[in-house]
């Protein structure tokens, strides 16, 4: 009785400890140890099968080209974040754009959207977007929450736009191609990003209260072509770089992470004296050396944090199957007779909860594993493919998890945001402007949901 029951009181323990604080790398591979010597007790495990995590750790982590790239995406994201870059294309967005209804909501929109595709991590992003658009929100007489809750949605694109870090960590467990994900993903983004600025212009003109028009001067025409070439077009020829190069096949994802972090360095090199020229105030930038200093170590800090997760999720992962967690997973999931479209409700319900207390990279490292024999079980006849189900599972699951951002009592991208604005923004109003986006969410997971070509259609079309 207690082989059998081991795997699940293995996962039961974890969803106690997690909740305990203690670093999570270090609760994985705590648990993988000590249910491994349990399982040694049982008889269910030997102790020579803890010496296999070692060659799956460097076989696994150490030598993955593809993990290769997560670090250089962080990299990338960092230091153009640090050099200005985000700043000037806020402000040249908002210059296009201050005619619109809900212009600087809409800019802050597009500028989390563009971002996203050079933004590895939705922490940095959010707090970059909060310190540069929440205040001017505010001048404009924007409603707190309003204007709280479309800066941490924007900042939160970048965990599902490519090249998303999340998206090469979930092809990497799933085995499946890193390009044909970041094909995938790309539609149901700008879809996720259209809502988002389909709502804001439509709160600028039935809630002119809690939007109200915003008036900037215009510029003549050839300082708006000046604006435009130094505020776009940089970031703009950055991302076309290195999505396209993924995109069409010209270049790994690790050699375009490597396009992308020494692009950013150009950048960040150049971009401070050309926005210098244009302000009538220049201000004394940041020296270039202190931005790839205080940028390198950021980024190492976060990969290391990272990584050391999947450290841990790597012994976890060995243990749990050792003891056989995938069959009693997955007999749970034949028992309930919930069929294959309630399953997959179920699955997306409980994905739904955990966003409520833990963030996506401990969700995808744990439960990713224990779902993927699941969902392979699962036959979903005409609407969706044997050999597509995963990739089209992976984007619910993406959906899903930016809504973990956003759901107290640990929305991590609420708490971002508060940490990051003026003081008299309350953590009440942050929380009531992040519903309707969190309902957005549900809506555009809902559509690929339904309508699954929303996510197949480009790789199919393009990869075939």
Known sequence: MLATALPLLMFAALAVLLFSGFPVAFVLGGLALAFGCLGILADSFTFIQFFNIVPRIWGGIAENLILVAIPMFIL???????????????????????????????????????????????????????????????????????????????????????????????????????????????????????????????????????????????????????????????????????????????????????????????????????????????????????????????????????????????????????????EAITGLAEASGLGPWGMLTALMVVIFLLGFFFDWIEITLIVLPIFVPIVELLDFGDHVSKAEVLYWFAILMAINLQTSFFTPPFGFALFYVKGAAPSVVSMQEIWHGSIPFVVLQLVALLMVLVFPDIALWLPRTYLT
């Open 76 to 326: 990338m994201g960092t230091v153009l974040e640090r050099a200005g870059v985000a700043g000037e294309l806020l402000r040249c967005l908002d210059r296009l754009l201050c005619r619109v209804p809900g212009g600087l909501a809409l800019a802050v929109t597009l500028m989390g959207t563009i971002m996203a595709a050079t933004t590895g991590i939705i922490g940095a992003s959010v707090v970059m977007m909060t310190l540069l658009a929440l205040p001017a929100m505010l001048q404009a007489r924007y409603q707190a929450g309003f204007a709280s809750g479309t800066v941490a949605a924007a900042g939160t694109l970048g965990i599902l736009i490519p090249p998303s870090i999340m998206l090469v960590v979930m092809a990497e467990m799933l085995n499946k191609s890193v390009g044909t994900l970041f094909f995938a993903a790309f539609i149901p983004g700008l879809l996720l990003a259209s809502l988002y600025a389909a709502f804001t212009v439509c709160m600028a003109i039935f809630r002119p209260d809690v939007a109200p028009k915003h008036t900037t001067e215009n510029r003549d025409d050839d300082s708006l072509i000046i604006l435009i070439t130094t505020g776009i077009l940089p970031p703009a020829i950055l991302i076309a770089l290195v999505l396209g190069s993924i995109l069409l096949g010209w270049a790994s994802p690790t050699e375009a992470a490597g396009v992308g972090a020494f692009g950013a360095l150009l950048l960040a090199f150049f971009m401070p004296s050309l926005i210098q020229r244009q302000e009538p105030t220049p201000s004394v930038p940041v020296p270039y050396l202190r931005v790839v200093r205080d940028s390198v170590e950021s980024a190492a800090l976060t990969g290391g944090m990272l990584f050391g997760i999947f450290i841990g999720a790597t012994a976890f992962s060995l243990v749990f199957r050792s003891l056989g967690g995938d």
